[in-house]
C-alpha cells in the first residue's frame, strides 16, 4: 500500500468501518429510549434508577478501561482480527442481554458488552488513521462521526418501535444481525494491519484503572441513592476510588510502557481536545438521562414519538459533522471549539427553562442547535488527537480519546443522576407522607417509583403525580444549570489552550547582494 495516497479500497473499508459502529452506538442511544420500559416492574425488570446507571455505567466502565489493553492488543496481534473478536463477542453479550431476568444480570451482561466494545472502537479508528493519508484524514474522521450521528438519529425511533411491538429486550435483539452482517463485510474487505513496534501489555494498569473508577461512580450513584455525602457508605469508596486512580497515574509515570500515556497530556494540543471531549460528554450523557423521563413520563410521549423527538438532535450531527473540518479549516480550531462550546453551556442551561407546558417546537429546536454545535467539536478534536500522536500509535491514541470519553460519560450520568435523585427526594417527600414510612424512601427514589406506587395506590395515588411531576421538573432544572456550569468550565478550556488557526507560511525573497 502507497502510504501516500492511502489504501486503494479505503472508502469501501470505511463504510464497513462505519456499519460496524452503527451496533455500538445503536446500543446506547436505544438504550435511552427503553429506561422507562425497564424500570417498570410489569412490563420490564422493574429497574430503580440507580439500577438504571448500572446499566449504562457498567457498559461505559469496562469498555473505558479496557480500551487501552485492546488499543494495543489489535496493535500487536492485528487490528483487523480485533474488530472481528469484539463483534463476536458484542453479538453474544447483546443476546444475554435481551433475555436478563433481573437488574443483575443486565448489568453484567451489559459489562460484557462492554468488553466487545472497547475491542471495536479503537480498531476503527486505528485502521482509518492507516488507511487514509493525513490529506484525507480529517474527511474520513468527519464521515465516521457522521455515521456515528446515524446511528444517534436511527437509535431512539428504533427502540421506540421495538418496545412499542415487542418486549424489552429486542431493544438488545437488534444489534445480533448488525453484528452477523458487520462480521462478513470484515472478513472479506478489511484489510489486516499493525503497529511494527507495539507497545507491551500493561495488566496492573488495567487493574488499578478499573477498580478506582467503579470505586468513584458506585460512592456517587450511592450518594444520589442515600441524598446524602456524609455517609460512610458514600465517601469511603469515593476516596479510595480517588486514591486508587492517584496510584494509577503514579504507575503510569513510571512504567516505559504506559496504557494511558499521561506525559502526552503535556502536548497542549492533545490535552485541550480530549479536554473538551471529556466535558461535551459528561453534559451531554448526564443530559440525555434526565431527558428521558422528562419526555416519556412528564410531557406524556410514548417510547417512539420520544425516539422520534431526538431525531433533530442526531440530523443536525449527521448534516455538520462532514462539514464541521470545513469550518475548522477557515476559522481556526480555537475559535470554532469556543463558539460551539458556548453553543452547549446556553443549550444545556435553556434546559432549566423546560416545564410540563413547554411548546414542542421549541424543544426541538433546541435540540437541533446541540447536535449541531455537538458536530462542530466532535470531528476536529478527534483529529485533533489522532494527530498529535505519532500514525503507528494509531491504536492507543485512539484509545485514549474514547477512553476519556467514555469515563467522562459515565461520571456525567452518576453525577447528574445523582443531583437529579438528590433534589428530587427531597423535593417529593412532603408529597408521600401519607404512604407508610417503609413505602415512602422506595417511592421517593425516582419519579419512576413515584409512579409505580400511585399506580399501586389507585385514584388515591392521582393525588401524588402532580407534586412528583413538579419536583422532577425543579429536580431537572437544578441537574441542568450544574451541567451548564461544567460546560462553561469546558469554554474556558478550549479558549486558553486550545491552539488557533495556523498563520500561513509567508516567502520572503532574499534579493542577491549586487557584485561591485
Known amino acids: 500500500m502507497n502510504t501516500d495516497t492511502g489504501h486503494p479500497r479505503r472508502w469501501t473499508i470505511l463504510g464497513v468501518l462505519v456499519f460496524s459502529l452503527l451496533a455500538v452506538v445503536l446500543d446506547n442511544t436505544i438504550l435511552n429510549v427503553a429506561m422507562k420500559t425497564i424500570a417498570d416492574p410489569v412490563q420490564g425488570l422493574g429497574a430503580t434508577q440507580s439500577e438504571l446507571e448500572w446499566a449504562i455505567n457498567s457498559y461505559t466502565l469496562v469498555f473505558a478501561g479496557l480500551l487501552f489493553t485492546f488499543g494495543v492488543v489489535g496493535d500487536r496481534t492485528g487490528r483487523k482480527r480485533m474488530l472481528f473478536v469484539g463483534m463476536a463477542l458484542f453479538g453474544l453479550s447483546s443476546l444475554a442481554s435481551a433475555y436478563a431476568q433481573d437488574p443483575t444480570q443486565l448489568i453484567l451482561a451489559r459489562a460484557a458488552m462492554g468488553i466487545g466494545g472497547a475491542a471495536i472502537m479503537p480498531a476503527t479508528l486505528a485502521i482509518i488513521s492507516n488507511i487514509f493519508p493525513p490529506a484525507e484524514r480529517g474527511k474520513a474522521i468527519g464521515i465516521w462521526a457522521g455515521g456515528v450521528g446515524l446511528a444517534v438519529a436511527i437509535g431512539p425511533v428504533t427502540g421506540g418501535l421495538l418496545i412499542e411491538n415487542f418486549w424489552w429486550g429486542s431493544v438488545f435483539l437488534i444489534n445480533v444481525p448488525i453484528v452477523l452482517i ?34 468513584v461512580v458506585y460512592g456517587i450513584i450511592r450518594g444520589g441513592e442515600l441524598a446524602t455525602v456524609t455517609s460512610p457508605e458514600v465517601y469511603v469508596p469515593a476516596l479510595v476510588g480517588v486514591a486508587v486512580l492517584g496510584l494509577f497515574v503514579w504507575w503510569e509515570r513510571r512504567i516505559d510502557h504506559p496504557i494511558f500515556d499521561v506525559r502526552s497530556f503535556a502536548n497542549v494540543r492533545f490535552s485541550s481536545a480530549i479536554g473538551m471531549m471529556g466535558i461535551v460528554f459528561f453534559a451531554m450523557m448526564g443530559g440525555m438521562f434526565f431527558l428521558t423521563f422528562y419526555l416519556q413520563i412528564v410531557l406524556g410521549f410514548s417510547p417512539i414519538e420520544a425516539g422520534a423527538l431526538m431525531i433533530p438532535f442526531a440530523a443536525a450531527q449527521l448534516i455538520f459533522a462532514p462539514l464541521s473540518q470545513r469550518v475548522n479549516q477557515r476559522f481556526g480550531a480555537k475559535l470554532a471549539s469556543t463558539v460551539s462550546m458556548t453553543v452547549i453551556a446556553l443549550v444545556l442551561a435553556s434546559y432549566a427553562l423546560f416545564d410540563a407546558n413547554t411548546p414542542i417546537l421549541l424543544i426541538e429546536v433546541v435540540f437541533f442547535v446541540q447536535g449541531a454545535a455537538m458536530a462542530n467539536i466532535m470531528p476536529p478534536a478527534t483529529t485533533a488527537i489522532m494527530e498529535s500522536l505519532p500514525r503507528e500509535k494509531a491504536g492507543v491514541g485512539s484509545a485514549m480519546s474514547n477512553t476519556v470519553r467514555q469515563v467522562a460519560g459515565a461520571l456525567g450520568v452518576a453525577v447528574l443522576g445523582s443531583v437529579l435523585s438528590s433534589t428530587y427526594r427531597g423535593e417529593v417527600a412532603p408529597a408521600l407522607s401519607a ?41 431537572m432544572h437544578v441537574t441542568a444549570l450544574v451541567s451548564a456550569v461544567i460546560a462553561l468550565a469546558g469554554v474556558a478550556v478550549v479558549a486558553k489552550w486550545m491552539p488557533g488557526k495556523p498563520r500561513p507560511v509567508q516567502h520572503v525573497d532574499v534579493k542577491e547582494p549586487a557584485v561591485v
Open 182 to 215: 458487520s462480521m462478513v463485510l470484515i472478513a472479506t474487505i478489511v484489510p489486516e494491519s499493525r503497529d511494527p513496534k507495539p507497545s507491551r501489555l500493561d495488566p496492573v494498569g488495567v487493574l488499578l484503572s478499573i477498580i478506582g473508577l467503579v470505586a
Open 435 to 475: 404512604l407508610p414510612a417503609d413505602a415512602q424512601h422506595a417511592a421517593g427514589e425516582s419519579i419512576m417509583a413515584t409512579v409505580g406506587a400511585a399506580e399501586s395506590l389507585g385514584a388515591q395515588g392521582q393525588a401524588i403525580l402532580k407534586p412528583a411531576f413538579a419536583a422532577f421538573i425543579d429536580g
